[in-house]
């Protein structure tokens, strides 16, 4: 069965370092996201991106973050200076429209 | 704007026993609903959705949910719970729109505690 990818699924990194987040989307799904849990709680949606754009995003979406496909298989957000805040779990999910959106094991992200 | 709310922090219930977890949203035009299931350290699962069509829909482990548009609301169900039915669940909302199709919005999550 398909499935979205992501790696690595731990990542520590200090603060104000880059860190680059990975994902494979369902090979013939059109549509990719981008959310994050933090401690359990709340899923709260960061980016959506169709057709090579970002096609809408939340306020937590600010300058620090991006977004990229830089191939036909890897979709990545990338956090240009992290925060303490910024630790969370991050989801990347994918769906061919109106259809439900699958969703990756997620990464866990680690600010020190 | 498109919410969900879902008023219950924790449902419990005695293995054996129905259970319902319940979801109210609020979107305008026609809302595409769906649940999803998050066991520990795990990603988010889909149970069920609803587009169109038959208010009752069946969806994955022999969970269901009821889409009552005059209440806005989607109460997951399942007639006899198990044990290993204990996770966090979440419902989520999405409308289409002119230019697409746009984000999931997700309720704050339940957590399904499911007793021997």
């Known amino acids: 069965e398909p499935e979205v990818t992501q790696t690595p699924s731990h990542q520590v990194t200090q603060m104000g370092q880059e860190v680059i987040l990975r994902c494979v989307p369902i090979s013939n799904h059109l549509y990719f996201y981008w959310y994050r849990q933090i401690l359990g709680q709340k899923v709260e949606f960061l980016v959506s991106?169709?057709?090579?754009?970002?096609?809408?995003k939340s306020e937590i979406f600010d300058d620090q973050f991006s977004v990229e496909r830089p191939d036909g298989s890897n979709f990545t957000l990338k956090i240009r200076s992290t925060k303490l805040e910024d630790s969370a779990m991050y989801f990347c999910?994918?769906?061919?429209?109106?259809?439900?959106?699958?969703f990756g094991q997620g990464t866990r992200l680690t600010v020190v | 704007a498109q919410s969900v709310a879902q008023p219950e922090d924790q449902v419990n219930v005695a293995e054996g026993n129905p259970l319902t977890v319940k979801c109210t949203y609020s979107?305008?035009?026609?809302?595409?609903l769906f649940w999803y299931v998050q066991y520990p350290n795990r990603g988010l699962q889909f149970l069920l959705k609803y587009i169109t069509g038959d208010n009752l829909v069946k969806g994955s482990y022999g969970f269901e949910a009821e889409f009552n548009k005059s209440q806005t609301s989607f109460h997951l169900k399942k007639p006899s719970a198990l044990v290993s039915d204990s996770a966090l669940y979440f419902c989520a909302v999405r409308r289409m729109f002119s230019g697409g199709y746009n984000k999931l919005i997700f309720g704050a999550g339940t957590r399904l505690a499911v007793h021997p």
């Open positions: 999910a994918s769906s061919e429209g109106t259809a439900e959106a699958f």
């Open positions: 991106f169709y057709n090579n754009e970002i096609s809408e």
């Open positions: 979107v305008s035009g026609n809302p595409y």
